[in-house]
C-alpha cells in the first residue's frame, strides 16, 4: 500500500479494514463458454433467459462506460441505483453513532435519508445566497470524524454547478473523502470530474443512468474512483447487486450514445424554451439559471401555486420547506408539448 492508499485505508471503517469478501461461484469461474457445464451454483438448468446468475463485475457495461468516460474499468463500480452506491460509501467510511458527513442544504434528501438509516451524524452547512458552497466554513466545521462531504454539483433543487475553484479547495482542505453527485452533468456546461480523479486520491465521484439516459426504471448508479476504493467498495457490495436485465438494457442504451446526446440536445433547446416562456408568467419572480434538467422558480405562494397546478392536472416539485428556498416550485424539463402545457396553465392562473 503506497502512502495515499494508506491514508484512505486509515479513514475506512474499522470493521471494513479486515472484511473479506463473500466469494460468489461466479466469481470463481468467470469464462462462461457455451459448452460447459454449470452446476456450481443451484441455479435452474431451465432457460428462462435469466436462470444464470448476472455477471457480479457487470463487465460489458463497465467495459463500454470506460471507454465512454475513458477511465479503466477497475476505477468503476455500479449499483442498484446511486442510492445503493452512496450507501455503500456510508457503509464504507463511516462508524454508525461516531462518525458525521457535512452536507450543504439545500440538497438531495438521499444524503440525510442514508446518514440517518446509517446512525451518522450530519453537519449541515447552508449554501450561500447564490448557491455556492462557503468553503472556509466548511473546511473550519469538519472535525476529526467528518468522513464524508457531499458535494452535488449540478446541484438538485438549485440547479447550478458550483465554481469549480471552490469545489478544488474543497476536495484539497478536507480531511475525508469528497463524494461529488454528478447525476445532471450530462445537461451541464461544466468538464466531470471523472477526469481528476487521479489527482485527487479522496475523491469520489457519482454519476446515473436515470436522467439523461432516460433509464430511471432499470436503477443503474455509477461510481468512479481510485483503484482502490473501488476495490474497498466491491468487498462490501451485495454479489449480485446489478440485475442481468438491468445489465442488458444498461449496454444497449450505452451503445446508441448518439441518440442519448440528441435527447439531451433537445432537452437543453426546451430549457432555454422555457426559461424564456416563464419570464412571462406575472407571479413568478425568480427564474433561477440551470445547469440541469430542471429549472427552480421563486413564486408568490408555491403552495397555492403547486395546488392549482395539481388542479391542471400537473405535478411540479414543491421545494419551499427547504432552507434558501422559499416559495420555490421546481420544474422537470419535459417534452415541448409537455412544456407548453405548463406554461399555458401557469398562464391561466391569476
Ligand atoms: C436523481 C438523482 C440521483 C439519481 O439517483 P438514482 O438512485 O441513480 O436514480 C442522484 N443524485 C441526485 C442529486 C439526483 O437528483
Redesign the pocket.
Known amino acids: 500500500m503506497n502512502k495515499r492508499e494508506l491514508n484512505i485505508f486509515n479513514l475506512l471503517r474499522e470493521n471494513i479494514k479486515t472484511i473479506k469478501a463473500y466469494s460468489s461461484a461466479r466469481d470463481e469461474y468467470k469464462d462462461a463458454s457455451a459448452d460447459m457445464v454449470f452446476i456450481d451454483a443451484n441455479e435452474s438448468p431451465f432457460q428462462t433467459n435469466v436462470n444464470r446468475y448476472p455477471d457480479p463485475q457487470q463487465s460489458s457495461v463497465k467495459q463500454q462506460l470506460s471507454e465512454l468516460k475513458n477511465i479503466p474499468p477497475s476505477q468503476i463500480l455500479l449499483?442498484?441505483?446511486?442510492?445503493?452506491?452512496?450507501d455503500l460509501i456510508f457503509r464504507a467510511f463511516c462508524e454508525p453513532n461516531v462518525d458525521n458527513i457535512v452536507t450543504l442544504p439545500p440538497?438531495?434528501g438521499?444524503y440525510k435519508v442514508l446518514a440517518d438509516l446509517n446512525a451518522i451524524n450530519i453537519i449541515s452547512v447552508e449554501l450561500d445566497s447564490d448557491f455556492e458552497p462557503k468553503v472556509s466554513e466548511i473546511l473550519t466545521t469538519q472535525n476529526d470524524n467528518s468522513k464524508l462531504l457531499f458535494l452535488?454539483s449540478p446541484?438538485?433543487?438549485t440547479a447550478n454547478s458550483f465554481n469549480s475553484d471552490k469545489i478544488e479547495d474543497l476536495i484539497s482542505g478536507f480531511e475525508g473523502i469528497v463524494v461529488i453527485?454528478?447525476?445532471?452533468i450530462d445537461f451541464s456546461n461544466q468538464e466531470s470530474w471523472v477526469s481528476r480523479l487521479n489527482k485527487f486520491p479522496n475523491l469520489i465521484v457519482?454519476?446515473?443512468?436515470?436522467?439523461a439516459y432516460g433509464l430511471?426504471g432499470i436503477?443503474?448508479?455509477?461510481c468512479y474512483a481510485s483503484e482502490f476504493i473501488i476495490s474497498v467498495l466491491n468487498k462490501i457490495k451485495p454479489p449480485y447487486n446489478v440485475n442481468q436485465l438491468t445489465q442488458q438494457k444498461a449496454l444497449e442504451r450505452l451503445l446508441k450514445i448518439d441518440e442519448v446526446n440528441a435527447e439531451v440536445s433537445n432537452i437543453l433547446e426546451q430549457r432555454k424554451w422555457l426559461q424564456q416562456a416563464l419570464e412571462t408568467v406575472p407571479f413568478i419572480k425568480t427564474i433561477y439559471p440551470s445547469d440541469?434538467n430542471f429549472i427552480l422558480v421563486k413564486v408568490d405562494a408555491a403552495n397555492k401555486r403547486y395546488s392549482e397546478l395539481i388542479e391542471k392536472g400537473i405535478v411540479v416539485r414543491n421545494r419551499t420547506t427547504q432552507p434558501l428556498c422559499e416559495n420555490c416550485l421546481r420544474f422537470t424539463v419535459g417534452t415541448e408539448k409537455e412544456n407548453k402545457t405548463l406554461i399555458e396553465a401557469l398562464n391561466q392562473l391569476s
Open positions: 449499483g442498484n441505483g446511486s442510492d445503493e452506491v452512496l440538497t438531495y438521499m452535488c446541484n438538485n433543487p453527485d454528478e447525476a445532471y457519482t454519476q446515473t443512468l436515470s436522467k430511471a436503477r443503474l448508479g455509477i440541469a
